[in-house]
């Protein structure tokens, strides 16, 4: 069993940045890819990045990529979401999620530890 908490939303002009992070439960934290989805007011939950468990190779969706770096310390049971250039349609909770052994997916159905989301506001 795995524990997922986030932190790090909040309140941010377009243009900031923001870090979310994902502190994770449980000793076989290496063994799990980690990834983050959003879900905007009246959308469905979208994919937005992830980071595999062996090699850390990271995948993002194509709204977010070049603005958005996951990254992971294992050390810290911790994956990180560093958000830069923020626009208001960025606005949603985050939410992270982990799976055991799958490398990169971009589909919800293949996680199966998911956190409670954080919320990302961002005003123009």
């Known amino acids: 069993q795995v524990q997922l908490v986030e932190a790090g939303g909040g309140l941010v002009l377009a243009g900031g940045s923001l870090r979310l992070s994902c502190a994770a439960s449980?000793?076989?934290?290496?063994?799990?890819?980690m990834a983050w989805f959003r879900q905007a007011p009246g959308k469905e939950r979208e994919f937005v990045a992830a980071?595999?468990?062996?090699?850390?190779?990271?995948y993002y969706a194509d709204s977010v990529k070049g603005r958005f770096t996951a990254s992971r310390d294992n050390a810290k049971n911790t994956v990180y979401l560093q958000m830069n250039s923020l626009k208001p349609e960025d606005t949603a909770i985050y939410y992270c999620?982990?799976?055991?052994?799958?490398?990169?997916?971009?589909?919800?159905?293949?996680?199966?530890?998911w956190g409670q989301g954080t919320q990302v506001t961002v005003s123009s």
């Open positions: 449980g000793r076989t934290f290496t063994t799990y890819t």
């Open positions: 980071i595999t468990w062996s090699h850390h190779n990271t």
């Open positions: 999620a982990a799976v055991q052994y799958v490398s990169g997916s971009s589909s919800e159905r293949d996680y199966n530890y």
